[in-house]
C-alpha cells in the first residue's frame, strides 16, 4: 500500500463526496468531491511541466481554498511543498529559492511580476500567480487538465514537504518531512484530541506554517470531515463563527484577542468541544482568564516545525496552567541535565524525543543535521522543561536564543546581523521579551560608535529588510553589552536589566 500522504487521507473521506471539506467565509463550499477531481488537475499540470517525485514546489500565497489544493496536488504527484511565508520580502524569498531549486514557485501577481529577473537567477523553469480568490495563470493552467489521476505511489521516508526557519547562525535552514512523518503526526493528534464524525474545526490560522497546515488541515483531513475557512483571524468573525464549529486552534494571541472583545461570552462558545493552543508560550493569566469567561480549559500542546507536535494536553483529563501535557503516541521523550544524565520528576533540564512524525533532516544541511542529534539518535530540542509528577511537561524556556512571537519563530542572530550591518552601529543584541498579546516581542539594545543613532531610521531599514514580525518593537541605546569572561553578551542579564524599562513601554502602549 502506498504511503503516499494524500493515499492516507482519501481512505479517510467520507462516504459522501458531496460532503464539504471547506465553507469559507466569502460562502463558497469546497466538497471532497472537489477535493478529489481538483488536485488531480494540479497533479497533472505538474506532471506536464516533467516535475518528478522529489522535485520541490514553493507557494508564496495568500490564504485560500485553491492553496490548499496545490498542497494535496503536490502530495499526489510526489512533489515537495515548500510554503513560504507570506509576510517575507523579496530579500528574504531570494535566499529560499536559491537553496531549495524549486521547479516551480506560484506566488501572487504583484509579486511575479517585481522578481521576475531574481526568479530566473535563482534557476526556477516555472512560475506562475494564484491569488487569495484562487485565480491566476496557475488556476487557468490547471483548469485545462485532467480531473482523474493516478496518485503517486511512494514510501514512508519520501518528502512530503520542506519548512524553512531561521537558524542561530541568520542562515534559514530547512526542516525535511516525510509522508510517515506528516501521516503518524495527524494520526496522534486525531487519537489525543478524541476527533469525530460530527467535529467541525473553525480555521483562521495561516497556512505556510506548521500549526495552520498540518496540524489544523492534516487532522481534518485524517478525520475526513469539514471546516469553517476564515482568511485570518479577526475577534468579531471568529465569535459569530463559533456557534457552528466544535473545535477552534490558535495561538496565544487569539485568545488574548478574543478575551478583550466582550462578545465572547460562555453562550457563545457552547457548542466548542475543544479550545487549542499552541505555536508559543500561553501566558497563565490568559489561561485562567478565558476559563473564568467562557468555562472552557484551553487544551495546551507543545511542537516544532522539525517535529510536528511533541506533547498535548488531554481533553479529559485536568489541565493546569504553565503544563503542556502528556507526550503523543510515537514519542520517546527524555529530559537530560548538563551532564547528559536523565532527570527526575520536578528537575529541570533539555528536553530531547525521539518521534515517528520527527523531520527526516536539514535541506541541504546534513552537518547541521547531525549535530541536532545525540549518539543514541534522540533529536535536541533546545527547549528546557521539566516533569511534573503526573507525567506532564513544563517548559521553562529555551537553551537557544529563538523567542515566539505571534506564533512564529524569531532568530536574534538574524536581526542582529543586519543592526550590525547599519552605519554608526558598534554592536547590538537582540532579546525576545514577554509581551501579552504576542507572547514574546523583541528588544533591540545597541551600542553606537559616535553620536546617538536616529531610531526611526533604524525601523525603517528593518522593515525594509525583514518580514514584520522579526522587527523588535522597542530599540534602546546602551554605551556597553553585558558580557562573561569569554566575550559571549549575556542576554539573561540584558533581560533583567531592561526588564523595568519594557514593562513602562508596554503600558504606554
Not at 517585481?114 to 491566476?136: K, Q, T, Y
Not at 489544523?216 to 475526513?224: D, K, R
Not at 530531547?352 to 535536541?380: H, V
Amino acid at each position: 500500500m502506498s504511503a503516499n500522504l494524500y493515499a492516507v487521507f482519501k481512505q479517510q473521506f467520507p462516504k459522501d463526496l458531496s460532503n464539504p471539506f471547506i465553507k469559507e467565509a466569502r460562502g463558497s463550499v469546497l466538497s471532497y468531491a472537489e477535493v478529489e477531481s481538483r488536485s488531480a488537475q494540479v497533479a497533472s499540470l505538474l506532471q506536464s511541466l516533467r516535475i518528478k517525485p522529489g522535485d520541490r514546489v514553493a507557494a508564496q500565497i495568500e490564504k485560500s481554498a485553491a492553496a490548499l489544493i496545490l498542497y494535496l496536488g503536490c502530495l499526489r504527484a510526489g512533489a515537495v511543498y515548500l510554503p513560504i511565508n507570506t509576510a517575507y520580502t523579496n530579500a528574504e524569498l531570494t535566499y529560499f529559492l536559491t537553496d531549495a531549486k524549486p521547479a516551480l514557485f506560484v506566488c501572487d501577481a504583484i509579486r511575479e511580476k517585481s522578481l521576475r529577473a531574481s526568479i530566473r537567477e535563482c534557476g526556477v523553469p516555472n512560475c506562475f500567480s494564484l491569488d487569495a480568490h484562487g485565480r491566476g495563470s496557475f488556476a487557468q493552467q490547471a483548469l485545462a487538465h485532467d480531473t482523474k489521476f493516478k496518485t503517486v505511489t511512494l514510501e514512508a521516508a519520501d518528502p512530503a514537504a520542506i519548512l524553512y526557519s531561521s537558524g542561530t547562525t541568520g542562515k534559514p535552514k530547512g526542516a525535511t518531512l516525510s509522508h510517515g512523518a506528516l501521516a503518524a503526526n495527524a494520526r496522534a493528534l486525531h487519537a489525543a484530541w478524541q476527533l469525530g464524525p460530527d467535529d467541525v474545526l473553525l480555521h483562521a490560522l495561516p497556512i505556510f506554517h506548521t500549526h495552520g497546515l498540518f496540524v489544523a488541515t492534516n487532522t481534518v483531513l485524517i478525520n475526513g470531515t469539514g471546516m469553517l475557512f476564515h482568511d485570518g483571524f479577526e475577534s468579531d468573525a471568529v465569535i459569530s463563527d463559533l456557534a457552528k464549529a466544535t473545535v477552534f486552534m490558535g495561538v496565544p494571541t487569539y485568545y488574548t484577542r478574543l478575551l478583550a472583545n466582550p462578545a465572547l461570552t460562555r453562550e457563545a462558545c457552547t457548542s466548542i468541544r475543544l479550545f487549542i493552543s499552541g505555536s508559543a508560550p500561553l501566558l497563565d493569566e490568559t489561561c485562567n482568564a478565558f476559563k473564568e469567561r467562557t468555562g472552557h480549559a484551553i487544551v495546551e500542546r507543545y511542537g516544532m516545525t522539525e517535529a510536528g507536535i511533541i506533547t498535548s494536553a488531554n481533553p479529559d483529563k485536568p489541565k493546569r496552567a504553565g503544563t503542556v501535557g502528556w507526550p503523543l503516541d510515537g514519542v520517546t521523550l527524555r529530559i537530560i541535565n548538563d551532564d547528559d544524565e536523565p532527570v527526575g520528576a520536578s528537575e529541570t533540564g533539555e528536553l530531547q524525543i525521539k518521534s515517528s512524525g520527527l523531520f527526516s533532516g536539514y535541506w541541504n544541511k546534513p552537518e547541521k543535521t547531525a549535530e541536532e542529534f545525540t549518539s543514541d539518535g534522540f533529536f535536541r530540542t533546545g527547549d528546557i522543561a521539566r516533569y511534573e509528577l503526573d507525567g506532564q511537561i513544563t517548559l521553562i524556556g529555551r537553551a537557544k536564543d529563538m523567542y515566539i512571537s505571534g506564533g512564529f519563530n524569531v532568530f536574534p542572530k538574524e536581526i542582529e546581523q543586519i543592526v550590525d550591518a547599519i552605519e554608526g552601529v558598534e554592536e547590538c543584541a537582540v532579546v525576545g521579551m514577554p509581551h501579552p498579546d504576542f507572547g514574546e516581542a523583541g528588544l533591540v539594545i545597541i551600542v553606537a560608535k559616535k553620536e546617538p543613532l536616529d531610531e526611526k531610521a533604524i525601523r525603517s531599514t528593518l522593515k525594509e529588510t525583514l518580514a514584520n514580525y522579526k522587527v523588535p518593537k522597542q530599540i534602546l541605546q546602551s554605551d556597553s553589552l553585558p558580557r562573561n569572561a569569554m566575550g559571549k553578551v549575556q542576554k539573561n542579564l540584558l533581560r533583567e536589566t531592561y526588564r523595568n524599562e519594557w514593562r513602562d513601554w508596554l503600558q504606554d502602549q
